[in-house]
């Protein structure tokens, strides 16, 4: 059996991590931590789980970690996994700034366990298609790619800077960025990026939008505004076009 632990349950995410697990055979949920009292009660009521007063206590108690917390303690809570020889899946974005996702990767490294982040985009059947398409051949030698990727604001501590690190572009850029970086395999050059707040009016960025160079020569935009009303037909607004020579 892999016991599986919940280190935080800040982000709304721990919701969908905690159902999938329920369907996985051989995993067990051992517990969940939180550095919030109440919000840590609540949680292992919501998921019939036990509440762990002490987050090191839980990571020796398990084989692996689920880290949901706000983006600012991603490095700390994934260290203290890897200084425990444990794995760790980390939501996304994996950090805040380069220079703590580095230490992340090279903890993780250092110990010998696995550092995985939340990009669940990367599976779904319309981008698996897709990138088939392209590789095929289907639509010629990709010349160009527009993405987008517009939710609404989600409040709360997504727009506390000092623990989300960001606004819209800093929730909402990393899902298509990563699957650029697939479906091309190729890295980013250059990257331009205009913000503002100009939907909501607040101290965070609520709109911006991103023009990607890469290396081979292919460029990409991505619109990753909380720009989409509480109208909208569906959930987001995730997609990806590209144009080609065919």
């Known amino acids: 059996m892999t016991r599986i632990g919940l280190l935080s349950a800040a982000h709304m995410h721990a919701d969908s991590y905690v159902a999938e697990l329920r369907h996985v055979s051989g995993a067990q949920l051992v517990g969940v931590w939180d550095d919030d009292p109440e919000r840590r009660a609540a949680a292992a009521a919501r998921y019939g789980i036990p509440a762990a007063d002490d987050a090191d206590a839980l990571i020796a108690a398990s084989d692996g970690l689920v880290v949901c917390s706000e983006n600012v303690h991603h490095r700390a809570l994934a260290e203290r996994c890897a200084a425990a020889g444990k794995h760790v899946l980390c ?90 970086r697939d479906l091309l395999g190729d890295e980013a050059r250059q990257v331009h990026c205009e913000s503002g707040n100009l939907l909501l009016h607040q101290g965070f960025d609520d709109t911006g939008f991103l023009t990607i160079d890469f290396e081979r020569g292919t460029f990409a935009t991505l619109d990753a505004s909380w720009s989409r009303p509480k109208s909208f037909p569906t959930w987001g607004n995730v997609t990806l076009y590209a144009v080609g020579t065919k």
């Open 91 to 180: 939501e996304k974005p994996l950090a805040t700034t380069p220079d703590d996702a580095k230490a992340m990767v090279d903890a993780c490294a250092a110990a010998g366990v696995l550092l995985l982040t939340a990009f669940p985009c990367r599976f779904s059947p319309a981008y698996q298609r897709f990138k088939a398409m392209v590789h095929e051949g289907e639509i010629g030698e990709i010349l160009a790619l527009r993405g987008t990727n517009q939710g609404m604001c989600p409040g709360g501590w997504f727009v506390q800077k000092e623990l989300s690190g960001g606004g819209a572009v800093m929730d909402h850029t990393v899902h298509v960025t990563d699957l650029l």
